[in-house]
């Protein structure tokens, strides 16, 4: 599957400073009961312009709150929306970390929306550290319905590891404090993670498995039924060096209470300290500090880490901090990634972005990064922002493009609604893993899943696969069809003549086939394929024994070849081939056809559409082809039975008159090979999924070609002729081969004529190039609806014939019930007299015996050919009368005793001795054994 490009929500402002300026995106929140809740909604702070508010939901700006030009934000602003009570109206407060100050935002409206909303601004300049500061929060306080002021607190957090609470209005500071536990330990630590928990969300998951946590933090409150604390996260690290190791990190966590203490108060009453923990190092080394983006998913008490090189999923809710999930690619480099749910990140690499499975490390989805809506298309790269769960969507940035991935829309296509349940199943990773090839070079040190998947088991059998790896390769980039026959046929032992029933890895036929075939285009760049909506595949090269070799075994057909791209395109997913993609190439590499007949005769199965697609390009051929007559050799007569042909059979008359009439023929001779082997194949299908496959795919001329086709094969199968009638046309033998069976000759009409429909019949005009050929083409007067009806009464015509013939065979049937019976049953007996005649032949006569005694005889006027088998004497006199036209009693013919026999212990097929059969023919009765019954 692929990603579906993301929409463009809108063009945020360019910063002032192009060079240094910076865009800073959040969340904005709803308060309501002191408790938090997220909006469809962001906030953007734009240096030097403006802070923004958008809609994800319905996407349009909702506010805008202009900035001085030197203004620089130092963090994410804070943005809350409430409802003032008793229908007072909407209030907006929004703030923002300028350099050494704090802007607030207020904008007020009025409930019944008619007056425009007043807007204010207020100021807080931060004159006790100069240290920037790297997060602003709301800590709820009293119930927001009652109160209109003082309903919630500002928590500023500094990069030093400062914290200090202000008033809503920012016009008092609570406090203002650096933890004695946070300025602890050498070197320093500076802030640069920081998140804000409700009480209630932590108890659920950060703190589920420490209740003296929960304890501790609930304090007072617990028992004298206050409100409930705010829980703080702070992440830390040294920056004294470029790169730093995750064991290095430093996670506290403290309380802060809902109600403010005084300025004089002990710090564990403004903030109390929880838990101090170092995150466990990973085997991927030291990472630079820079490059590091924490977020923290609340419900899950999931610390999450990106970086260049993947995604790392901490679990802080156990007792020492654990690596839940990790997610590495070293030969990426992402300049993003986000959790969407506990098994999937999507994260924005060098080329693509793509939806990743972190437990079996398997791409999802993907899209290339060309392929984004225009506007978006430059050379930033993408930053995810948040995700929305019940929206199914992810806000991102791209340059100045403010975008939204839907990863729900082919959930709720497929008719799945909600969030997508199926996330983290194996067997949607199946197939889409991101590890090398298994067809790669294997190490014979390091045995790995692919020796086993291609079924490598030594030093030896590993060396020799990575040299025929190899060769093939080379042969299939220089395009050396030799070479490559000559190497596999080294490597699998293979034979002039291959063998059906040799068994080979599968793998390895996959292998192979990724060799031979390619996507069209794939040469300079594969990244391209990863969403393109349509891609073709081509032959590259094609090994004739090899080929012949995989045809034999039923191995080439569209759905290996599918499968073997697919492996060669890891880890791009390569989108799901056109139907007929396959059939194309084919052609494209041999317009004879030849190469195609050959695969679709092997004992593969093919999908309906695949074999409609190829029927409809032995149909075009069919239609360019000219079938000459035994009285005009000269006058060739186009397939469309001998009506006006059109531009593009004119040219193929001309061509047919001045070209060589064996290749003429030859090509005839392919083309309706081709065709009846199509038909063959497509027989197979249930009519309902025919039916729609050659409605879907052939147009009305195909199918009425395909009718004529039809038609001449009753004829000339003599389905429509009686016994004592001689055939209306000659039958050539590349116009019956190979024969189509009657039950496959009036489905497939039954199918195209339900394909055309009543409707086609009556709504359309025949093309002059499929009229019936008993129409005069040169009379102007026929009218398309006349022709129509000529057509259909001569196939009912024809279909009355055939019923007649049907009916005329099962009466003969009946009449030599007996006859068929013996012969039913004479011929095992054939095949032992003709090897054993010929076998006496070879060893006392000079001229070899035959089985059976044919005579010529005339009967009514009909000539006929006798056949009678030899009896022990030789005379011909078999086991009838002498004439040989008469049965033996018993109506069935005599069986020698066999040369093998089953050993009833075993089941074990063993050869008879001489002795034995002969006792056996000894102890058997006569033809004819009469008994006398004396009374």
């Not at 407060?93 to 935002?105: G, L, S």
């Amino acid at each position: 599957m692929d990603l579906q490009p993301p929409s463009v929500l809108a063009q945020l402002p360019r910063p002032l400073h192009a060079s240094t300026g910076k865009t800073h995106i959040s969340e904005v929140y709803s308060l309501a009961d002191a408790k938090k809740r997220k909006r469809y909604e962001v906030a953007v702070a734009v240096d030097g312009e403006a802070v923004n508010l958008y809609n994800i939901q319905n996407p349009k700006l909702v506010t805008s709150y202009a900035v001085p030009p030197q203004s620089s934000f130092s963090c994410q602003p804070c943005s809350l929306r409430r409802k003032l009570p008793n229908g007072g109206g909407v209030k907006r407060q929004t703030y923002a970390a300028v350099k050494k100050e704090i802007k607030a935002f207020l904008e007020e409206s009025a409930g019944n929306g008619t007056s425009a909303p007043s807007i204010t601004s207020s100021t807080f300049a931060v004159k006790d550290s100069s240290s920037p500061i790297v997060f602003i929060g709301v800590v709820p306080g009293s119930d927001t319905e009652g109160e209109e002021k003082d309903a919630f607190d500002i928590l500023a957090v500094h990069r030093d590891g400062r914290v200090r609470r202000l008033s809503a209005d920012l016009k008092t500071e609570r406090w203002s404090m650096q933890h004695s536990e946070i300025a602890k330990g050498s070197p320093a630590h500076e802030v640069h993670g920081c998140f804000l928990l409700d009480f209630d969300d932590a108890k659920k998951s950060l703190f589920k498995r420490r209740p003296d946590l929960a304890s501790l933090a609930a304090g007072d409150s617990a028992f004298l039924g206050g409100e409930d604390p705010s829980i703080l996260l702070l992440v830390s690290y040294p920056v004294s060096t470029e790169q730093i190791s995750l064991s290095e990190v430093k996670i506290q966590v403290f309380c802060v209470a809902a109600h403010a203490s005084s300025q004089n108060a002990d710090e564990s009453q403004k903030m109390r300290h929880l838990l101090t923990a170092n995150l466990p190092d990973i085997d991927e080394g030291k990472v630079e500090w820079n490059r590091l983006h924490w977020q923290f998913h609340s419900g899950s008490a999931g610390l999450n880490l990106s970086f260049e090189k993947g995604f790392i999923n901490v679990d802080l809710s156990q007792y020492t901090p654990a690596v839940t999930s990790k997610f590495i690619l070293d030969g990426e480099d992402f300049s993003s990634v986000m959790r969407v749910s506990p098994q999937a990140v999507i994260g924005a690499g060098k080329s693509m972005i793509a939806l990743y499975d972190t437990q079996y490390k398997s791409i999802q989805r993907s899209i290339v990064a060309e392929n984004l809506p225009p506007a978006v298309t430059n050379k930033a790269r993408t930053t995810f922002i948040n995700y929305f769960a019940k929206l199914d969507v992810v806000v991102a940035t791209r340059g100045n493009s403010l975008l939204a991935f839907d990863l729900g829309s082919l959930q709720s296509a497929s008719g799945v609604s909600g969030k997508r349940s199926r996330d983290g199943l194996l067997i949607d990773a199946i197939g889409r893993g991101i590890g090398s090839s298994q067809w790669e070079g294997v190490s014979k040190k390091q045995r790995s899943n692919g020796t086993t998947a291609l079924g490598l088991s030594s030093s030896e059998d590993i060396d020799k696969w990575n040299k025929l790896a190899d060769a093939l390769r080379e042969c299939s980039k220089n395009k050396d069809a030799d070479g490559f026959d000559r190497a596999v046929q080294a490597y699998f032992g293979l034979k002039d003549t291959p063998s059906p029933g040799q068994y080979v890895n599968p793998e390895k036929v996959l292998f192979l086939l990724s060799l031979i075939f390619a996507v069209e285009g794939d040469a300079t760049n594969k990244d391209k394929l990863s969403a393109s909506s349509s891609v073709n595949i081509a032959v590259i090269v094609w090994p004739a024994q090899t080929c012949e070799w995989l045809t034999r075994l039923g191995y080439l057909n569209p759905g290996n070849v599918e499968a073997a791209l697919r492996r060669s395109h890891k880890p791009r997913i390569l989108p799901r081939l056109p139907i007929g993609t396959f059939a194309r190439a084919m052609k494209d590499s041999d317009p004879s056809l030849r190469r195609l007949i050959t695969v679709l005769q092997c004992p593969a199965a093919f999908n309906a559409d695949e074999l409609v697609h190829a029927l409809k390009l032995f149909l075009t051929m069919a239609r360019s082809c000219a079938i000459p007559t035994e009285e005009d050799q000269e006058s060739p007569k186009a397939l469309t039975n001998g009506e006006e042909p059109t531009t593009t059979q004119s040219n193929a008359v001309a061509l047919s008159t001045t070209t060589d009439p064996s290749e003429s023929t030859s090509t005839l001779a392919t083309t309706f090979t081709g065709l009846n082997t199509t038909l063959l194949k497509l027989h197979s299908h249930p009519h309902n999924t025919t039916t729609t496959s050659l409605r879907s795919t052939l147009t009305r001329t195909d199918l009425l070609t395909m009718i004529h086709h039809l038609r001449l094969s009753l004829a000339t199968a003599g389905h429509t002729t009686r016994f004592t009638e001689n055939p209306p046309t000659p039958i050539s033998p590349h116009l019956t081969t190979p024969p189509l069976p009657l039950p496959v000759i009036t489905d497939l009409l039954n199918a195209s004529v339900d394909a055309i429909g009543p409707s086609g019949w009556v709504s359309f005009s025949v093309p002059a190039s499929a009229s019936d050929e008993n129409l005069d083409p040169n009379s102007e007067s026929e009218s398309p609806a006349l022709r129509d009806l000529a057509l259909i009464a001569e196939m009912k015509s024809e279909v009355s014939a055939a019923l007649a013939g049907v009916e005329e065979a099962s009466f003969l049937s009946g009449i030599l019930r007996e006859y068929l019976r013996y012969a039913n049953s004479v011929d095992s007996r054939t095949r032992y007299l003709t090897s054993s005649s010929t076998g006496a032949a070879d060893d006392q006569s000079p001229h070899p015996a035959t089985s059976t005694s044919i005579r010529h005889e005339k009967l009514n006027g009909a000539d006929l050919l006798v056949y009678g088998a030899n009896n022990e004497d030789g005379d011909g006199e078999g086991d009838g009368d002498a004439s040989g036209k008469l049965l033996p009693l018993s109506l069935k013919a005599t069986k020698d005793v066999s040369k093998t026999k089953v050993l009833k212990s075993t089941g074990k097929l063993v050869q008879r001795s001489k002795r034995e059969m002969g006792y056996l023919r000894g102890k058997a009765a006569g033809k004819y054994t009469f008994e006398r019954l004396v009374v």
